[in-house]
């Protein structure tokens, strides 16, 4: 794997999908690169943050933020990341649904757990 930046604590390749080292305290699926399990999320490492639910990011931990901190961007929504900064990434695959723009989410697929656009109204 490669080291994670600390700026997001846990960034790897431009692709989000190698494998962190132990910067991070897990190994991060090619599948998502994010960390937690293949599931995406039960728990995440104490490097990583608090726990994760199951489903990710229906509520983020305090430091990966249900209100994400200008290192990752704007505010999580309650099913995690409707707008996240570039510091996340475009870090979607075909298993979250379609691509995301440069600050990671113009429009997610329900896979993720939302739709939202470039400015989500609740």
Do not use: N
């Not at 692709?15 to 699926?29: D, I, K, M, R």
């Not at 931990?61 to 990434?89: D, F, I, L, N, Q």
């Amino acid at each position: 794997g490669t080291e994670c930046s600390a700026v997001h604590g846990t960034e790897c390749s431009a692709v989000h999908s190698t494998e962190c080292s132990a910067v991070h305290g897990t190994e991060w699926s090619a599948v998502h690169g994010t960390v937690c399990s293949a599931v995406h999320g039960t728990e995440c490492s104490a490097v990583h943050g608090t726990e994760w639910i199951a489903v990710h990011g229906t509520e983020c931990s305090a430091v990966h933020g249900t209100e994400c901190s200008a290192v990752r961007g704007t505010e999580c929504s309650a099913v995690h990341g409707t707008e996240c900064s570039a510091v996340h990434g475009t870090v979607c695959s075909a298993v979250h649904g379609t691509e995301c723009s440069a600050v990671h989410g113009t429009e997610w697929s329900t896979v993720h757990g939302t739709k939202s656009s470039a400015v989500q109204y609740y």
